[in-house]
């Protein structure tokens, strides 16, 4: 199996939400993925784009993504947020992800940022357990806040 990695185009967005809603499946949110096509090509490859991903493809297809934009801390300062890395369920176990993620790791160091930040559910144990072989600190004690669309409309 050739796996091909590279930085994604506008073209490969389609699919790119093809798999951010596989993501929302398995993790119990389908309802949440809420932007549309228009709005994800425009974000990422718009007159100011803010995202970037490196795409996995076997065969042509790509079968995983680490999507990611930049993040200011103003304890660490430059730090690259890892919004999604996903390999479909059928490409799991192959190293793709291991791939996807040492890129982003290398991506991270060339672009002099302080560090790698990202979210995983407390119920992903394969998760977990893929991020701490890369001795990756997982916090406790942090809750996430938000506000929807909608209640920005309020206000």
């Known amino acids: 199996m050739q796996v091909h990695l590279r930085i994604a185009i506008k073209e490969d967005c389609v699919r790119l939400l093809e798999l951010v809603n596989e993501l929302a ?57 890892l919004e999604d890395l996903l390999v479909t369920e059928p490409m799991r176990g192959k190293g793709i992800g291991k791939m996807l993620f040492d890129r982003l790791i ?3 160091k060339e672009m002099g940022y302080s560090g790698i930040t990202w979210q995983v559910l407390d119920w992903n144990e394969p998760a977990i357990n893929f991020y701490k072989k890369y001795e990756a600190n997982i916090e406790t004690g ?14």
């Open 106 to 108: 290398i991506e991270a």
């Open 25 to 81: 499946l398995f993790e119990r949110m389908p309802q949440e993925v809420t932007v549309t096509l228009k709005e994800f090509e425009e974000a990422g490859f718009g007159e100011k784009p803010v995202w970037k991903a490196y795409v996995a493809q076997v065969d042509g297809l790509i079968v995983g993504f680490g999507l990611y934009y930049v993040r200011y801390s103003t304890w660490k300062g430059c730090r690259m947020y």
């Open 142 to 155: 942090w809750l996430n806040a938000a506000l929807s669309k909608e209640q920005l409309e309020k206000y």
